[in-house]
């Protein structure tokens, strides 16, 4: 199945390149049947096969499934429904990662939220804001950051302050040297 990953990957980069509405439409079509491929053949078998108690997924994803929204794969036994309408969806890079972070977690996490909203202030990203307004109404307390308030020397100031952190932007992976990601 590496051909529907990187035929994602090739429609992307064609889109990213060219920013046309052809580009966008083919990339957005490959997108679907790259998550109905990856649903079928993978994720529909291994958790069909979990009990039927179970409300959490931890998907820990390598090489480039990290970039595809794994949980709106859709299932092949239940026409409509996605992994999210079923489970608790959560990501880490790996295992090592994601137990170091439960250990540092507060027993009594408090639902606060810092988020960075749009910090480039890019106008494709014209939902940002309403998506961080959005899920800032789901915590007690919020600080929502937006356009170029989102600043790098910001999130180190506040976001240790917040148990939870959302960012709506565009990011970048570096292939070389993932510690320079941002």
Avoid at 15 to 44: A, C, P, R
Avoid at 119 to 129: I, M, Q, W, Y
């Amino acid at each position: 199945h590496g051909q529907v990953l990187s035929g994602w990957l090739l429609d992307y980069e064609r889109h990213y390149v060219e920013d046309t509405s052809e580009t966008l439409v083919m990339w957005q079509q490959t997108i679907i049947n790259t998550l109905e491929q990856l649903g079928k053949f993978l994720l529909t078998p291994i958790l069909s096969a979990l009990p039927s108690n179970i409300q959490k997924l931890l998907f820990l994803p390598s090489a480039e499934l990290f970039l595809l929204p794994l949980h709106t794969a859709p299932f092949t036994s239940d026409r409509g429904k996605r992994v999210c309408d079923r489970y608790i969806v959560n990501y880490a890079p790996s295992a090592q990662v994601f137990f170091s972070t439960q250990r540092n977690i507060p027993q009594q996490v408090q639902p606060h939220l810092y988020a960075i909203i749009n910090p480039t202030s890019d106008p494709k990203l014209f939902f940002s804001a309403i998506e961080g307004k959005a899920i800032a109404k789901l915590f007690v307390k919020s600080l929502i950051d937006e356009g170029k308030d989102g600043t790098k020397q910001q999130l180190v100031a506040e976001v240790l302050r917040y148990a939870y952190f959302h960012f709506a932007g565009h990011s970048h992976y570096d292939w070389d040297i993932p510690a320079q990601s941002g």
